[in-house]
């Protein structure tokens, strides 16, 4: 039996793509999971080993679908081996019934792994260099300081609603509270 795995890494994200390649190959069950790559911890993907039987033919239709790094995909790959089933990624044609198949496996998931290395240090390297001209990574804040003080200052006065501040200055009501619960732990310190 071909039995389809599918990931995403991102609820945004569509499993068309993949479901309808899988489907083309085959495939008469297809499970379907949003997780990040680089998580080994994926409740779908165990369910799909659990699942497989001797004999059976994991496929997917891109190798990074299955896993990043080289030790992750060389540990699943080991698990099918050792349990007897096949593995087939469509995309890159690695079919390991083959010894020639199981060697391709071996380089892709090396290249996939130094690919997403090279993306991590092109990425350190731009915070770094937007760093160096004084940029500041991460989310902007939802509020300024003068902001939340004058919101503040008409909470404190009791003559409006949290509701009522919080459209006035534009900000969600969780945000006042968080800044008020941060203002008020200052102020702790500070005694």
Known sequence: MRVGYVRVSTP??????????LEQSGCTKIFEEVASGAKTAR?????????????????V??????????RQLMGLMNTLHEQEIS???????????????QFYFQITGAFAELERNLVRERTK?????????GRKGG????????????????????????????????MAKRTFYRYLASHRSKQKKDA
């Open 43 to 59: 409740p779908v993907l165990t369910a799909v080993l659990d699942y497989l039987r001797p004999g059976d033919t994991l496929v």
């Open 87 to 101: 593995f087939h990624s469509l995309v890159e044609a690695i079919d390991t019934t083959t010894p020639m198949g």
């Open 139 to 170: 989310r902007r804040k939802a509020i300024d300081c003068q902001t939340f003080s004058m919101a503040l200052q008409l909470y404190e006065a009791q003559t409006r609603s949290v509701q009522s501040i919080c459209d006035h200055f534009g």
């Open 12 to 21: 945004d994200q569509s499993f068309a793509l993949q479901r309808d390649a």
């Open 125 to 133: 390297a731009g915070l770094a260099s937007a760093r160096r001209r």
């Open 61 to 70: 239709w891109r190798l990074d679908r299955l896993g990043r790094s080289l």
